[in-house]
């Protein structure tokens, strides 16, 4: 029985042999799934959903195991880029963080009127009402007052809620020769039952108009129904 050592030749084809086995695992995970988009790669999770997703396909056809992720995108690859990405559905555009279009359509409510004549209202009026059903809301309203008389002129606007103070108001002042202010109002109410949102204004003096007045409503999120 020989029982020589091995030579020294042996020895080195030996850990040649055991590094290359060591070595191709990473260097097959290294690559994943384009050669040239190593784990380091600063862009490789984009990359790799890209993929993933079929947006891309690779740049070298008709192999494709590279990315070519430093060539400048021609329009001709960007549109192929985005025809994938809608047939795939790989977005839904149709819902916000669960909710549906139909839904997220409904927690949104608005009104408006293009002109109102408050000429002489000495007293607050109702310019525009908005119904609300009971949820937590973020209400938002806006007034024009529009003068067209020839010497200035102001209004007090108020957007009334359930819980807010209805002796806080806005004060526009407009000057003559058909000049325009407005006043904006911005609140978060919730109430349990329907409930009424009014704007209301009354006249300073001096052939005053409210125009394009609006209130929009959105029901805050965790509040929908069920």
């Given at each position: 029985m020989?029982t020589?050592?091995?030579?020294?030749?042996?020895?080195?084809?030996?850990?040649?042999?055991?590094?290359?086995l060591?070595?191709?695992?990473?260097?097959?995970?290294?690559?994943?799934?384009f050669?040239?988009?190593?784990?380091?790669?600063?862009?490789?999770?984009a990359?790799?959903?890209?993929?993933?997703?079929?947006?891309?396909v690779?740049?070298?056809?008709?192999?494709?195991?590279q990315?070519?992720?430093?060539?400048?995108?021609?329009?001709?690859?960007?549109?192929?880029?985005?025809?994938r990405?809608?047939?795939?559905?790989?977005?839904?555009?149709?819902?916000?963080q669960?909710?549906?279009?139909?839904?997220?359509?409904?927690?949104?409510?608005?009104?408006s009127?293009?002109?109102?004549?408050?000429?002489?209202?000495?007293?607050?009026?109702?310019?525009?009402?908005?119904?609300?059903?009971?949820?937590d809301?973020?209400?938002?309203?806006?007034?024009w007052?529009?003068?067209?008389?020839?010497?200035?002129g102001?209004?007090?606007c108020?957007?009334?809620?359930?819980?807010?103070e209805d002796?806080?108001?806005?004060d526009?002042?407009?000057?003559?020769?058909?000049?325009?202010?407005?006043?904006?109002?911005?609140?978060?109410?919730?109430?349990?039952?329907?409930?009424?949102?009014?704007?209301q204004?009354?006249?300073?003096?001096?052939?005053v108009?409210?125009?394009?007045?609006?209130?929009?409503?959105?029901?805050?999120?965790?509040?929908?129904?069920?």
């Amino acid at each position: 029985m020989n029982t020589r050592p091995p030579t020294k030749l042996t020895t080195v084809a030996l850990t040649a042999i055991i590094a290359v086995l060591l070595a191709a695992p990473t260097a097959v995970w290294a690559a994943h799934q384009f050669t040239d988009v190593p784990n380091s790669h600063t862009f490789h999770n984009a990359i790799d959903w890209m993929k993933t997703n079929n947006i891309t396909v690779g740049c070298n056809p008709p192999s494709n195991t590279q990315y070519c992720p430093d060539d400048n995108v021609t329009r001709g690859q960007m549109a192929a880029f985005m025809k994938r990405l809608a047939e795939n559905q790989v977005v839904d555009a149709g819902t916000l963080q669960g909710v549906e279009v139909g839904d997220l359509a409904n927690t949104v409510y608005t009104t408006s009127v293009a002109s109102w004549d408050i000429a002489g209202v000495a007293d607050f009026l109702p310019v525009l009402t908005l119904s609300l059903r009971g949820g937590d809301w973020l209400i938002m309203a806006k007034a024009w007052h529009f003068n067209t008389g020839s010497t200035d002129g102001w209004a007090d606007c108020r957007l009334v809620s359930p819980n807010a103070e209805d002796n806080t108001w806005v004060d526009v002042a407009a000057a003559d020769n058909n000049d325009q202010a407005a006043a904006s109002f911005l609140l978060v109410d919730a109430f349990e039952d329907t409930s009424t949102i009014e704007l209301q204004c009354r006249d300073g003096g001096h052939s005053v108009q409210i125009r394009d007045a609006v209130i929009t409503a959105f029901k805050l999120h965790g509040s929908f129904e069920q």
